[in-house]
């Protein structure tokens, strides 16, 4: 059973850092793309960031890039994004995403339970 | 950017009536574009991909149409665990977007 689990959420300040985990298992991690999608409250679904399955390479979304990195670690089948210079606009759900292939651009067949990052003074 | 236009906004149905939901894109995404499904809560759940291949353990009650930049998602006859809102997502370029959501609620 494909099982994604985030943890790192919390409270912050502007101007603060913070880095997120989602621990993966279920399926051969290294094998596929990787996601994180945030959902601000009361709000739709935004794409953030995505590694590719295939070499590693990463993507970003213009609101994070910069400020954002995500990264993987094979060997402990966990994904991670380090979140720095958080503003305001950050606070969301952040949620963990499995695509459908190695391929990043893919669909998200199995998401985790998502980690509230909240950025308030 | 490619951006998804959903409509209605919200959508107020009775148990056992049909929905039709649209998503509209800027540009074509070919057969790129999948929807989902999420409940207060709770995390999106894939209900089809590539426009109308139905995702495993989905009833077939949904079903998903079109091509390029209209492209529909039916629910041939609502159940109550379906109330809940309906987001698109194109996978044809960069950067991945969502639409804006449907609202189904129960009328």
């Known amino acids: 059973e494909v099982q994604l689990v985030e943890s790192g959420g919390g409270l912050l300040q502007p101007g603060g850092s913070l880095r997120l985990s989602c621990a993966a298992s279920?399926?051969?991690?290294?094998?596929?793309?990787m996601s994180w999608v945030r959902q601000a409250p009361g709000k739709g679904l935004e794409w953030v960031s995505a590694?590719?399955?295939?070499?590693?390479?990463?993507y970003y979304a213009d609101s994070v890039k910069g400020r954002f990195t995500i990264s993987r670690d094979t060997s402990k089948n966990t994904l991670d994004l380090q979140m720095n210079s958080l503003r305001a606009d950050d606070t969301a759900i952040y949620y963990c995403?499995?695509?459908?292939?190695?391929?990043?651009?893919?669909?998200?067949?199995?998401w985790g339970q998502g980690t509230l990052v909240t950025v308030s003074s | 950017e490619i951006v998804l236009t959903q409509s209605p906004a919200t959508l107020s149905l009775s148990p056992g009536e049909r929905a039709t939901l649209s998503c509209r894109a800027s540009?074509?995404?070919?057969?790129?574009l999948v929807w989902y499904q999420q409940k207060p809560g709770r995390a999106p759940r894939l209900l089809i991909y590539?426009?109308?291949n139905r995702a495993t353990g989905i009833p077939a009650r949904f079903s998903g149409s079109g091509s390029g930049t209209d492209f529909t998602l039916t629910i041939s006859s609502l159940e109550p665990e379906d109330f809940a809102v309906y987001y698109c997502?194109?996978?044809?370029?960069?950067?991945?977007?969502f639409g804006g959501g449907t609202k189904v609620e129960i009328k």
């Open positions: 995403a499995k695509a459908n292939s190695g391929w990043p651009i893919g669909y998200f067949d199995y």
């Open positions: 997502q194109q996978r044809s370029n960069w950067p991945i977007t």
């Open positions: 590539d426009a109308s």
């Open positions: 590694i590719s399955g295939r070499d590693n390479s990463t």
């Open positions: 540009r074509s995404v070919s057969s790129y």
């Open positions: 279920g399926f051969t991690f290294s094998k596929y793309a």
